[in-house]
């Protein structure tokens, strides 16, 4: 490896071309970091204190020795990207004027952005890959922005457009532009393919500029190691097509998502979303990886994006399939994704029916409602999702789904039919955040011809802002009336006229031109044929909806017969009790163990205690800490890693691989009363990982 510093224009000139190899990401810088280059050149080429700036490395290899031999860039194709869209700015804008030494139309092209009298690909002094190429050909080429190549880089073209704008605004002092471009310094590392690692390399130099994604880190270390036959072939026939299916913003916004619901499909184990690199390397043992290994990687990583395509960005084709996809994408269950691919790929493979699998997906759907309308707390989603497939049986695919749903626990219950038709009456349903979505659905359930919701408005029946007459229809009782159900399922519904209705009398808005006794919508049924609006009415009118509710997120249903050979086995009981454990039998264990057992069987209703002879487990799925009654106090072991507990105090020991009864790396004894509010913190936050997401969405 050789490093050296060098002036940035001069690296550029004197090299032949350099070369963005096809493994590596699409340009990506936006307008923050042109704006941040653009200001720094402005400020070296004002500054005559300032000799030179500094932007950055360059990490190249070279093929060969040859005098053309092009650079195979690493890293630093984002500056170069940039600045030869400045370069090519400037340029036009300088047309014959040199108001710089060398800074001439002419020479800039022939000097950095093109190789006279070169044909072809060769005539370009910079080759982007393949998303990009043509647009940057382009606009060196002067083509105007406006009839660009057909899907072009977006990227390229508002840049280049930006720069266009600043250049302009400095109409009367280019000089200090081209100035401040003749002061840029760059590093450059050149690498040899024989004596060093590329992938490492590159990772560790990643801290400039815009930050690479867990998506940019895999393509690159799935192809830069290939031969270049080998890597333009994967490339083109898998890579590039999940880049074109995604398109240029979905990619750069859900493809690091997406490949943390394709490792956690493939793994069962949940990376957060800033160790989806790291734990994909696991994944792909890169030791075991042989030529056709990595083509059945790529392949299927390929496949899988095209369900999550079909799913989170539309590109479903199946109407039915289709719209039960728009419903998800607009209830946002974004953590869905993992039971999801699964389903997809075995309806792909016609092991799952069309009907059960779309039947499946509005389960889910409905799940995912009716726990929102409840409030039931989403901190267990995650893990519910990414979990499920281990509970299906293939060949009854829909009954086992049906079935694990039927028998969570408590905290990831489906709520009842009673559950859910009490909490959507009275629910702030106009603040809900998922408001289109719950009226959509309600309005169109059973309909063929969909009514486009997203042009009607909410309306409040009784109006927000209440008038005399309006107090006077309601009674004395109001401003109770008022609060308790302005915002909620009884007086809410659609209407195309909501300025017109205003804060008007209930009479006006049913007769009005548009009123209530001409509205085309469901939801709407009935307000024409009532004369009055008051708390009955409208507590008549939610327990109409809520009834229709129930039909819409519909319940699921199996025989208790067949739900019966799906219920776990019942353990038998411990044949321990609290008498085994000889210092529960006096104080002061005894004392603390009753505050400790208390308040921790008072975490959560999924909470149970189960009595062994070394030690009390708390179990919600499983141990969540393990209590070990000791002479003069209690040892508790906390069931997760060393590194995830938050312990300012510092009172919790690393006892990874250490001997001791329980489960888990984290001790902390309890030895004294007014310890206990700190000690039930560090159990709850074992107890909330078990029952959370085990990491970040």
Same mark, same amino acid.
């Given at each position: 490896?050789?490093?050296?510093?060098?002036?940035?224009?001069?690296?550029?000139?004197?090299?032949?071309?350099?070369?963005?190899?096809?493994?590596?990401?699409?340009?990506?810088?936006?307008?923050?970091?042109?704006?941040?280059?653009?200001?720094?050149?402005?400020?070296?080429?004002?500054?005559?204190?300032?000799?030179?700036?500094?932007?950055?490395?360059?990490?190249?290899?070279?093929?060969?020795?040859?005098?053309?031999?092009?650079?195979?860039?690493?890293?630093?194709?984002?500056?170069?990207?940039?600045?030869?869209?400045?370069?090519?700015?400037?340029?036009?804008?300088?047309?014959?004027?040199?108001?710089?030494?060398?800074?001439?139309?002419?020479?800039?092209?022939?000097?950095?952005?093109?190789?006279?009298?070169?044909?072809?690909?060769?005539?370009?002094?910079?080759?982007?890959?393949?998303?990009?190429?043509?647009?940057?050909?382009?606009?060196?080429?002067?083509?105007?922005?406006?009839?660009?190549?057909?899907?072009?880089?977006?990227?390229?073209?508002?840049?280049?457009?930006?720069?266009?704008?600043?250049?302009?605004?400095?109409?009367?002092?280019?000089?200090?532009?081209?100035?401040?471009?003749?002061?840029?310094?760059?590093?450059?590392?050149?690498?040899?393919?024989?004596?060093?690692?590329?992938?490492?390399?590159?990772?560790?130099?990643?801290?400039?500029?815009?930050?690479?994604?867990?998506?940019?880190?895999?393509?690159?270390?799935?192809?830069?190691?290939?031969?270049?036959?080998?890597?333009?072939?994967?490339?083109?026939?898998?890579?590039?097509?999940?880049?074109?299916?995604?398109?240029?913003?979905?990619?750069?916004?859900?493809?690091?998502?997406?490949?943390?619901?394709?490792?956690?499909?493939?793994?069962?184990?949940?990376?957060?979303?800033?160790?989806?690199?790291?734990?994909?390397?696991?994944?792909?043992?890169?030791?075991?990886?042989?030529?056709?290994?990595?083509?059945?990687?790529?392949?299927?990583?390929?496949?899988?994006?095209?369900?999550?395509?079909?799913?989170?960005?539309?590109?479903?084709?199946?109407?039915?399939?289709?719209?039960?996809?728009?419903?998800?994408?607009?209830?946002?269950?974004?953590?869905?994704?993992?039971?999801?691919?699964?389903?997809?790929?075995?309806?792909?493979?016609?092991?799952?029916?069309?009907?059960?699998?779309?039947?499946?997906?509005?389960?889910?759907?409905?799940?995912?409602?009716?726990?929102?309308?409840?409030?039931?707390?989403?901190?267990?989603?995650?893990?519910?999702?990414?979990?499920?497939?281990?509970?299906?049986?293939?060949?009854?695919?829909?009954?086992?789904?049906?079935?694990?749903?039927?028998?969570?626990?408590?905290?990831?219950?489906?709520?009842?039919?009673?559950?859910?038709?009490?909490?959507?009456?009275?629910?702030?349903?106009?603040?809900?955040?998922?408001?289109?979505?719950?009226?959509?659905?309600? &309005?169109?359930?059973?309909? $063929? !011809?969909?009514? /486009?919701?997203?042009?009607?408005?909410?309306? +409040?029946?009784?109006?927000? =802002?209440?008038?005399?007459?309006?107090?006077?229809?309601?009674?004395?009782?109001?401003?109770?009336?008022?609060?308790?159900?302005?915002?909620?399922?009884?007086?809410?519904?659609?209407?195309?006229?909501?300025?017109?209705?205003?804060?008007?009398?209930?009479?006006?808005?049913?007769?009005?031109?548009?009123?209530?006794?001409?509205?085309?919508?469901?939801?709407?049924?009935?307000?024409?044929?009532?004369?009055?609006?008051?708390?009955?009415?409208?507590?008549?009118?939610?327990?109409?909806?809520?009834?229709?509710?129930?039909?819409?997120?519909?319940?699921?249903?199996?025989?208790?017969?067949?739900? &019966?050979?799906?219920?776990? $086995? !019942?353990?038998? /009981?411990?044949?321990?009790?609290?008498?085994? +454990?000889?210092?529960?039998? =006096?104080?002061?264990?005894?004392?603390?163990?009753?505050?400790?057992?208390?308040?921790?069987?008072?975490?959560?209703?999924?909470?149970?205690?189960?009595?062994?002879?070394?030690?009390?487990?708390?179990?919600?799925?499983?141990?969540?800490?393990?209590?070990?009654?000791?002479?003069?106090?209690?040892?508790?072991?906390?069931?997760?890693?060393?590194?995830?507990?938050?312990?300012?105090?510092?009172?919790?020991?690393?006892?990874?691989?250490?001997?001791?009864?329980?489960?888990?790396?984290?001790?902390?004894?309890?030895?004294?009363?007014?310890?206990?509010?700190?000690?039930?913190?560090?159990?709850?936050?074992?107890?909330?990982?078990?029952?959370?997401?085990?990491?970040?969405?």
């Amino acid at each position: 490896m050789d490093a050296k510093h060098t002036n940035l224009l001069n690296f550029i000139g004197g090299s032949f071309q350099f070369l963005i190899p096809i493994y590596q990401r699409k340009y990506s810088w936006d307008r923050v970091q042109c704006e941040q280059l653009w200001n720094d050149i402005i400020r070296a080429g004002k500054g005559d204190s300032i000799e030179s700036h500094f932007i950055g490395s360059i990490v190249y290899v070279a093929d060969t020795d040859a005098h053309n031999a092009p650079l195979l860039v690493i890293d630093g194709q984002q500056r170069l990207t940039t600045l030869t869209l400045l370069i090519s700015a400037l340029s036009y804008a300088l047309g014959e004027q040199e108001p710089y030494n060398g800074f001439s139309q002419k020479k800039l092209k022939g000097y950095y952005l093109i190789n006279e009298p070169e044909t072809g690909n060769m005539r370009r002094k910079l080759v982007l890959s393949e998303t990009d190429r043509d647009t940057l050909f382009a606009v060196i080429d002067g083509q105007d922005t406006r009839d660009l190549p057909e899907n072009y880089s977006h990227r390229i073209k508002d840049n280049f457009l930006f720069f266009e704008e600043r250049i302009k605004e400095y109409a009367n002092d280019l000089e200090s532009v081209c100035r401040g471009l003749s002061k840029l310094l760059v590093v450059y590392v050149a690498l040899s393919r024989k004596g060093d690692n590329p992938q490492l390399i590159f990772e560790s130099m990643n801290s400039t500029g815009r930050e690479l994604s867990q998506a940019d880190l895999i393509r690159n270390f799935v192809l830069m190691g290939l031969d270049t036959g080998l890597q333009e072939r994967l490339y083109n026939q898998y890579w590039r097509s999940m880049e074109q299916a995604f398109g240029q913003e979905a990619y750069d916004k859900h493809f690091d998502k997406f490949m943390r619901y394709f490792l956690i499909v493939k793994t069962g184990n949940m990376p957060r979303l800033d160790d989806v690199y790291t734990a994909f390397k696991d994944y792909a043992r890169p030791e075991e990886i042989d030529t056709q290994r990595i083509e059945e990687l790529v392949k299927d990583i390929c496949q899988y994006s095209r369900y999550f395509c079909a799913m989170a960005l539309d590109k479903e084709s199946d109407p039915d399939l289709k719209a039960a996809f728009n419903d998800l994408r607009e209830l946002r269950v974004d953590v869905a994704y993992p039971l999801l691919l699964v389903l997809y790929a075995d309806f792909k493979s016609e092991v799952l029916e069309h009907d059960d699998f779309l039947e499946a997906v509005r389960l889910v759907e409905t799940y995912v409602f009716r726990r929102a309308v409840c409030e039931i707390p989403t901190n267990s989603m995650n893990k519910t999702f990414a979990t499920f497939a281990k509970a299906l049986k293939k060949d009854c695919y829909l009954e086992s789904i049906i079935a694990h749903f039927l028998l969570m626990p408590s905290y990831r219950r489906f709520p009842s039919d009673e559950e859910f038709r009490e909490k959507i009456k009275l629910r702030n349903l106009y603040n809900f955040p998922r408001r289109s979505y719950w009226l959509r659905r309600f &309005e169109n359930f059973g309909r $063929k !011809e969909r009514v /486009p919701v997203g042009e009607y408005t909410i309306e +409040h029946i009784m109006p927000q =802002s209440l008038t005399k007459e309006w107090k006077t229809v309601l009674g004395e009782d109001w401003q109770q009336i008022h609060e308790r159900y302005l915002h909620t399922l009884g007086n809410l519904t659609l209407t195309g006229y909501n300025s017109e209705y205003s804060d008007r009398p209930f009479v006006e808005k049913r007769d009005m031109k548009g009123g209530f006794r001409h509205s085309p919508l469901k939801v709407n049924s009935g307000l024409g044929e009532l004369d009055e609006w008051t708390d009955k009415t409208i507590i008549n009118r939610a327990n109409s909806l809520a009834e229709k509710a129930i039909n819409v997120w519909r319940f699921p249903y199996i025989s208790e017969d067949i739900l &019966e050979t799906y219920r776990p $086995k !019942e353990v038998s /009981p411990s044949t321990y009790s609290f008498e085994d +454990h000889r210092h529960l039998t =006096s104080s002061p264990t005894k004392q603390l163990f009753e505050s400790l057992q208390r308040e921790i069987l008072n975490l959560d209703p999924c909470v149970s205690e189960e009595i062994l002879k070394h030690y009390i487990a708390y179990k919600a799925e499983t141990n969540f800490v393990d209590v070990i009654p000791q002479a003069k106090g209690l040892q508790l072991i906390l069931n997760m890693e060393f590194m995830d507990i938050s312990d300012p105090k510092r009172l919790c020991r690393n006892i990874t691989g250490l001997g001791r009864w329980g489960n888990g790396d984290v001790e902390v004894k309890y030895s004294g009363l007014d310890e206990l509010p700190y000690i039930l913190s560090l159990v709850r936050q074992s107890l909330e990982r078990q029952l959370g997401n085990g990491g970040d969405e």
